[in-house]
């Protein structure tokens, strides 16, 4: 089994930035990929963008390119998501998610943790 647990979540002022953390434990995660989701009120669970732990490579949905950014620290277990720049259209509960393999889809990760809000305002 792997627990994660999301931190670093607030409100912040559109144009300014946030630093959301994933920490891992249970298990190591040194073949997992993990992803970062975000729901916001009324819509579908989204993905954000994913890193391979192994090689460490990144992707994002095309929203949030060039401005988030996804990176790791071996040391900690865990999984970072700065995010610059923030519009209120980020604004929405973030989740990250581990699987061995991982995707797009929520539907492809096994592990979720119990999410953080973001809340950008205008």
């Known amino acids: 089994q792997v627990q994660l647990v999301e931190s670093g979540g607030g409100l912040v002022q559109a144009g300014g930035s946030l630093r959301l953390a994933c920490a891992a434990s249970?298990?190591?995660?040194?073949?997992?990929?993990v992803g970062w989701f975000r729901q916001a009120p009324g819509k579908e669970r989204e993905f954000v963008g994913a890193i391979r732990w192994s090689g460490g490579s990144t992707r994002y949905t095309n929203s949030v390119k060039g401005r988030f950014i996804i990176s790791r620290d071996d040391a900690k277990n865990t999984v970072y998501l700065q995010m610059d720049s923030l519009k209120p259209e980020d604004t929405a509960v973030y989740y990250c998610?581990?699987?061995?393999?991982?995707?797009?889809?929520?539907?492809?990760?096994?592990?979720w943790g119990q999410g953080t809000q973001v809340t950008v305002s205008s």
């Open positions: 998610a581990a699987d061995l393999v991982g995707g797009e889809g929520a539907d492809e990760y096994d592990y």
């Open positions: 249970g298990r190591t995660i040194t073949n997992y990929a």
